[in-house]
């Protein structure tokens, strides 16, 4: 399995842009997709983008148009751009691996705090 450690969080006011970075370390030929959750006081945590190795990408409806993930499978990071901020997108994000070993479990990192003030 992986180490994911994030950076980029940061408080920025609304309609600017912050850069998430995910870093992943250790068994890194095992991992298929990595992408971005995240997750608010009481609230569960949700899928905000993800990638494949293959560089396919999804995203929620809510920040279409908004976020941009990319992976440079050379460093073994992955990136969400974020772009036109809201202060709903204020939360923890959390980069998650996945394994092409599907009975493996999901990776997660240690979460970094994005804050849109309005």
């Known amino acids: 399995q992986v180490q994911l450690v994030e950076s980029g969080g940061g408080l920025v006011q609304a309609g600017g842009s912050l850069r998430l970075s995910c870093a992943a370390s250790g068994s890194t030929s095992s991992v298929s997709s990595m992408g971005w959750y995240r997750q608010t006081p009481g609230k569960q945590r949700e899928l905000v983008a993800a990638?494949?190795?293959?560089?396919?990408?999804n995203y929620a409806d809510s920040v279409k148009g908004r976020f941009t993930i990319s992976r440079d499978n050379a460093k073994n990071t992955v990136y969400l751009q974020m772009n036109s901020l809201k202060p709903e997108d204020t939360a923890v994000y959390y980069c998650?691996?996945?394994?092409?070993?599907?009975?493996?479990?999901?990776?997660w990192g240690q979460g970094t705090q994005v804050t849109v003030s309005s």
């Open positions: 990638i494949t190795s293959g560089g396919s990408a």
């Open positions: 998650h691996a996945d394994y092409y070993h599907i009975s493996l479990p999901r990776s």
